[in-house]
């Protein structure tokens, strides 16, 4: 893209990030047994959308805290409000979205953040599930991929869980695992209209199958029938 229009991550967080990843990879590592497997299916140095499941609050700080590039996060806009998440987002710079709400302006920002070769953290499914079973996802990465041509890299969070922080500080030391799956392309989409709303839902609905077979059987939720194996 041309150079007018390319996203520049603003100094004060390319400064705050090294320092904040540090800072929450050492507290999971020393609240958790922490395992990570898959690194070397990441595209370094290249643009792309990382699609995580979404259990709990925990899920972006830990994958942003191990991933070995600095990744750019959206982020649910009433989280912002909240004492403490709120204020951990901003310091990240977390973009903020409406749920559910068309927001060209966010969209535009998001297809230029990533044609400007940074990588992207998003959750397809829109929010927590607060349960290990993931629901179905919204048709938002289809559109941003379709937008950008960018690949998707699955990521399965496992132990992310509500009562992860409870667990955590009564000395359970419990497990976190990060597996990041290998990096795959959506189909294009070449219909118009309604039946262009219903395959951008498909390839959501894709992602999610990718998703589900890097994850355990309880964690797959909607996508149990359909979760397409990493190996």
């Known amino acids: 893209m041309n150079a007018a229009n390319a996203y520049h991550v603003p100094i004060r967080f390319k400064i705050i990030r090294p320092v904040a990843k540090f800072v929450f990879r050492g507290v999971f590592r020393t609240l958790a047994r922490v395992q990570i497997l898959g690194k070397e299916n990441i595209l370094y140095g290249k643009p792309y959308v990382v699609a995580m499941n979404h259990v709990s609050i925990f899920d972006p700080p830990f994958v942003a805290a191990f991933w070995p590039e600095q990744l750019e996060i959206i982020g649910a806009i009433d989280v912002f409000s909240k004492p403490g998440q709120g204020q951990l987002l901003k310091l990240y710079g977390v973009i903020p979205v409406h749920r559910g709400d068309y927001d060209r302006s966010l969209l535009t920002k998001i297809i230029s953040i ?118």
């Not at 709303?197 to 309880?218: C, F, I, K, T, W």
């Open 114 to 231: 990533i044609k400007s070769g940074i990588p992207l953290l998003i959750a397809p499914e829109g929010a927590r599930s607060h349960e290990p079973g993931m629901r179905r996802a919204k048709p938002g990465i289809a559109y941003i991929v379709e937008q950008t041509g960018v690949p998707v890299l699955p990521v399965g969070l496992i132990g992310t869980t509500e009562d992860f922080w409870s667990r955590a500080i009564h000395g359970q030391k419990p497990s976190l695992e990060m597996r990041i799956g290998k990096p795959f392309t959506l189909p294009p989409i070449t219909v118009k209209g309604v039946e262009k709303h219903a395959a951008r839902q498909r390839n959501a609905d894709l992602v999610m199958s990718y998703l589900a077979g890097l994850l355990p059987e309880e964690y797959r939720g909607v996508y149990a029938e359909s979760a397409i194996s990493a190996s």
